[in-house]
């Protein structure tokens, strides 16, 4: 088919069927930051279908509340208790009115991103559109850069070489109390001009503020979610004493924080990740407010597969993603991954990938051998 019926005549989508598995891929190499390791990645993986159409998602969800207060058992009760009786069987205008369904519930970002994101894809493709031209984004490539897990100084020395070496476009490192300052002032001698940041994910309180201050030494492009989870004010606090500018990650989840937190200068960069936020038409407002303040955005990573990585890709190409995001090559993390295409960076650029929705496909075979459970509704 090569015509799109205009907006306003066509059909609603429905949504026949859904598909909820959880997945588990090894990961190369552990995965360390300031409160937890990741061995491996688990995480729930949903297919909504509309005739022969399928819309992919998968959740930004750890077995433990780690990260966030979300888990996966949580994510999967909320899913077949609460929301997808509430989908499926259903028909959407479009995305808008499928969030109205899953706006009201209170909490649950991760949980409703997952079904807004399939929603999209399976949206996009019924429209034989790629998603970055639904969601407004443009370019065939986005800039990225590396997160690098804690380790040995010596060793995240060389890693950070061999990335910038390989053309990511920033450098950034976990830290925690007792592996700072040191561990920057060593990547920051070995690479005079790279973009570095650091991301704490929440290791620190105020009582560290005057510590803090000395990484404004070394010219980095951020420090991301250096206090609480649950906080914006200490945040502000602390960048009114620092130079380097203070970047939320883990504190943002809606546009109406985001909005209080640039009010109160607590964030003067922001990284969206669309599942922590809810889903796009949230990230979308999160880019459009921050871009109304001057406030860069980029794109957080959550160790995704292919399927979200892709999804990360397309969002990254809306206007305001003005620094490299955390979308690297899939091969850093997994031998194999869950879809057909790869999904690697060259010279620091991430292309986007082509056809209609998120533009990659499901690996089938390999699919069934790394899937724990599986439910169909
Ligand atoms: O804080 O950005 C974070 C991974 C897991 C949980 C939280 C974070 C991260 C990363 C990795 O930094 C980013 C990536 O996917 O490469
Ligand atoms: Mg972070």
């Known amino acids: 088919m090569t015509t799109t019926p205009s ?26 930051v300031s409160n937890s390791t990741a061995y491996d990645k688990t995480f729930p993986l949903l297919v909504l279908r509309s005739g022969d159409l399928e819309g992919i998602a998968e959740g930004v969800v750890d077995p433990h509340p780690d990260y966030l207060d979300e888990t996966i058992s949580g994510s999967l009760g909320c899913l077949r208790d609460t929301l997808l009786p509430l989908v499926v ?43 970055k031209s639904v969601l407004g984004g443009t370019g065939d490539a986005v800039d990225v850069g590396v997160s690098l897990g804690i380790d040995g100084i010596a060793e995240t020395v060389e890693k950070a070489r061999d990335h910038d070496a390989l053309g990511y476009k920033r450098v950034k490192l976990k830290i925690m109390p007792g592996h700072d300052v040191e561990l920057v002032a060593a990547v920051r001698k070995a690479l005079p001009r790279a973009k570095l940041s650091v991301d704490a994910n929440t290791a620190y309180t105020l009582a560290d503020l005057r510590h803090l201050k000395k990484l404004d030494a070394f010219g980095l492009e951020y420090i991301e979610q250096p206090l609480a989870y649950d906080d914006l004010n200490d945040h502000a606090f602390l960048q009114r004493h620092i130079e380097t500018p203070v970047c939320l990650d883990e504190s943002i989840r809606t546009a109406e924080q985001a909005r ?42 959550m160790l995704e597969s292919g399927i979200g990585r892709a999804h990360n890709i397309h969002l990254s190409t809306l206007p305001n993603f003005r620094k490299p995001g955390d979308t690297s090559s899939s091969s850093r993390y997994f031998t194999k991954d869950i879809v057909n295409e790869p999904l690697e960076a060259r010279d620091g650029r991430m292309p986007v990938p082509h056809g209609p929705g998120i533009g990659v496909t499901l690996d089938h075979a390999f699919l069934e051998t790394v899937t724990s459970m599986s439910e169909e509704f």
């Open 7 to 32: 907006a306003g005549t066509r059909a609603p989508l429905r949504i026949d069927s859904a598909s909820l598995r959880l997945v588990n891929l090894p990961l190369i190499t552990p995965f360390t």
């Open 89 to 131: 069987g259903k028909s959407f205008e479009n995305p808008t009115a499928l969030e109205a369904v899953l706006r009201p519930w209170r909490g649950h970002y991760m949980t409703k991103a997952l079904i807004e994101m399939a929603f999209w894809d399976l949206w996009a493709k019924s429209l034989d559109l790629p998603l």
């Open 260 to 301: 209080k937190a640039m009010e109160m200068d607590a964030t003067r960069v922001v990284n969206i990740k669309v599942g922590r936020v809810g889903g796009y038409l949230e990230s979308r407002r999160i880019h459009d407010l921050a871009a109304a303040w001057g406030v860069p955005v980029w794109c957080g990573g």
